[in-house]
Nanobody, 121 residues
């Protein structure tokens, strides 16, 4: 069973909204930076948004002002609120978790199975 499970994808029209979720099912012995990536057919996987273990957020230029990343206080669930969606946002969205701090923790990286987002014009 995958450690990270994404959900919330779907099909919407241009201008619509979706909220993606990524649930971490295991106890955390390390601190993690969390990110969303996406991959469209025939394209490389690209960074969408991230939140560091101390709460700093970052966004790809293409989604700034439209997407918001957040986490539950217990850090078990990562969210990506996506508004004003456009067809170019169509992709499979993946959750990524990367350990920070100690050498042992920095060696840990996890990916979810992905959730499909389709935006029609």
């Amino acid at each position: 069973q995958e450690r990270l499970v994404e959900s919330g994808g779907g099909s919407v029209q241009t201008g619509g909204s979706l909220r993606l979720l990524c649930v971490d099912s295991e106890f955390r012995y390390c601190k993690y930076d969390m990110s969303w990536y996406r991959q469209a057919p025939g394209k490389e996987r690209e960074f969408v948004s991230g939140i560091t273990s101390d709460g700093r957020t970052s966004y790809a230029e293409s989604v700034k002002g439209r997407f918001v990343i957040s986490q539950d206080n217990d850090l078990s669930t990562l969210y990506l609120q996506m508004d004003s969606l456009i067809p170019e946002d169509t992709a499979t969205y993946y959750c990524n978790m990367k350990g920070t701090g100690s050498l042992r923790c920095r060696a840990l990286t996890y990916w979810g199975q992905g959730t499909q987002v389709t935006v029609s014009s």
